[in-house]
């Protein structure tokens, strides 16, 4: 059974940082990891995938450049390192993983799905 489990969620004032951490258990963390975001009445948005087979990243236009994911395979973790941030980046933020070669920009790809860590941005 996959746990995907987000932390680092919290408030900040508009131009700070936040770094989300996501800690996977019974997952081969080579395989397809992402990052979402949901607010409510909206659909969730993907904001930056881990494909696998190497370190190659996607990344949404509004947090490109701002936004920076990166993987530890020993510690089993998936982190979103977020600087800049705005108050249009306040939502809640999913942490998702998908076993297989192929690695899809939907969030309907993904099977495996943590319980988010809310960000606030004033």
């Known amino acids: 059974h996959v746990q995907l489990v987000e932390s680092g969620g919290g408030s900040v004032q508009a131009g700070g940082s936040l770094k989300l951490s996501c800690e996977a258990s019974?997952?081969?963390?080579?395989?397809?990891m992402g990052w979402f975001r949901q607010v409510p009445g909206k659909e969730r948005e993907t904001i930056a995938i881990?494909?696998?087979?190497?370190?190659?990243?996607y990344y949404h236009d509004s947090v490109k450049g701002r936004f920076a994911v990166s993987r530890d395979f020993d510690k089993r973790i998936l982190s979103l390192k977020m600087d800049s941030l705005e108050p249009e980046d306040t939502a809640m933020y999913y942490c998702?993983?998908?076993?297989?070669?192929?690695?899809?920009?939907?969030?309907?790809?993904?099977?495996?799905w943590g319980q988010g860590t809310q960000v606030t941005v004033s």
């Open positions: 019974g997952y081969t963390m080579r395989n397809c």
């Open positions: 881990m494909y696998t087979g190497a370190s190659s990243t």
């Open positions: 998702a993983a998908e076993p297989g070669p192929v690695c899809g920009l939907e969030q309907s790809w993904y099977h495996y």
